[in-house]
């Protein structure tokens, strides 16, 4: 799997099909990182929300973790053109399929991501980074979903399986359609504080708490 190809593509190609509308959604509980002080950006990839939390919160540590090495450096020439500091970020260059670390995070941001992964990664991916949280955390979550019926349900399905058809074959993708995150979220011990849909249901970006209660990664 690799958006190494994509990358210096991938900022038009998402202003092509789907103009501001990313944007919007990752960017609805960008408050909620109020009171952080290390946020790991995973699967953070070209940068967008990165250069917007940088702004709205200068005091954060951010870390831009991925697998792409073109996708951050994609984000680092997006945070200099917007004439922010590369050097006031981390970067970590990890497959999140394999990488740990210590509880050393207030939060976690996973925007367009978790798409990524099967069934048999997926909860591998949320239990190490729950464990990479401190016990009182928040997750921030952006994502594709394909609502439950009806007209919204139809189009969406056939959005999301272009999309996947697209990107399949040019990154090597494993993920055939997108898991719900949800049971693992819970797993963790968050709750869900906020949720907010657009595009008929084709977008939802929510915002989960963990209150001092943690459960250590299997
Ligand atoms: C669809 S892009 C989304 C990028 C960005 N978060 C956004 O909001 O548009 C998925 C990103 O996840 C990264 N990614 C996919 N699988 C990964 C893995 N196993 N480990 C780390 N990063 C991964 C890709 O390199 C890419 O940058």
Do not use: K
Not at 6 to 28: D, K
């Amino acid at each position: 799997m690799s958006f190494n190809r994509l990358a210096p593509h991938y900022r038009r190609l998402e202003w092509l099909l789907a103009g501001p509308r990313l944007q919007r959604c990752r960017l609805v509980h960008l408050e909620q990182l109020a009171g952080c002080r290390d946020v790991l950006l995973a699967g953070e990839g070209h940068g967008r929300f990165l250069v917007a939390a940088r702004r709205r919160w200068p005091e954060v540590r951010f870390v831009h973790l991925d697998a792409s090495p073109a996708m951050q450096s994609a984000a680092r020439s997006a945070l200099v053109n917007a004439g922010l500091l590369v050097e006031r970020v981390g970067w970590i260059t990890a497959d999140l399929r394999t990488w740990t670390a210590p509880p050393a995070f207030d939060a976690v941001v996973t925007q367009f991501a978790l798409d990524c992964f099967d069934p048999t990664e997926l909860p591998g991916v949320m239990r190490r980074l729950a464990g990479a949280l401190r016990s009182e955390a928040r997750w921030l979550w952006a994502d594709f979903q394909v609502p439950d019926r009806g007209w919204r349900r139809r189009r969406a399905q056939l959005i999301v399986a272009a999309m996947y058809g697209v990107f399949r074959p040019l990154t090597g993708l494993s993920a055939r359609r997108i898991e719900p995150v949800a049971p693992w979220l819970e797993e963790a011990g968050f709750r869900r504080s906020a949720r907010v849909e657009s595009e008929w249901g084709l977008l939802a970006a929510e915002a989960w708490q963990r209150d001092g209660h943690r459960i250590n990664p299997a």
